[in-house]
């Protein structure tokens, strides 16, 4: 082999080299970031399912208060009409005397 060809050889071996070694890097990045979005995403996940739980609790509360309120508006609605009524009755007893 000619000295050209020896250089040639350590160049492309170098060459080599520093692509093997970039691989390597780019394989651990990959390998970092992989391990970073997998526990963001169980993190994310728990997280999720705590707010969840959160707004099931809120909607029953909503609910037990939405009960409440139509329970006391029927209340309401009907002492309105027996106070109606009764004021029905006055008036024709102040009218008949």
Same mark, same amino acid.
């Given at each position: 082999? /000619? ?7 350590? !160049?492309?071996? $170098?060459?080599?080299?520093?692509v093997i070694i970039f691989l390597r890097y780019l ?10 979005? /997998? ?5 994310? $996940? !728990?997280?999720? !399912?705590?707010?969840?739980? !959160? ?9 037990? #208060? $939405? =009960?409440?309120?139509? =329970?006391?508006?029927?209340?309401? =609605?009907?002492?309105?009409?027996? #106070?109606? =009524?009764?004021?029905?009755? /006055? ?7």
């Amino acid at each position: 082999m /000619t000295p050209d060809g020896i250089a040639s050889l350590g !160049s492309a071996a $170098a060459a080599v080299a520093v692509v093997i070694i970039f691989l390597r890097y780019l394989a651990k990045r990959e390998a970092d970031w992989q391990a970073f979005f /997998t526990a963001l995403n169980i993190a994310n $996940a !728990s997280e999720l !399912s705590k707010l969840r739980d !959160s707004l099931d609790m809120v909607v029953k509360g909503i609910n037990v #208060i $939405a =009960t409440d309120l139509r =329970t006391h508006d029927d209340n309401v =609605t009907n002492r309105i009409h027996v #106070i109606e =009524t009764a004021a029905k009755h /006055t008036v024709r007893r102040a009218a008949e005397k």
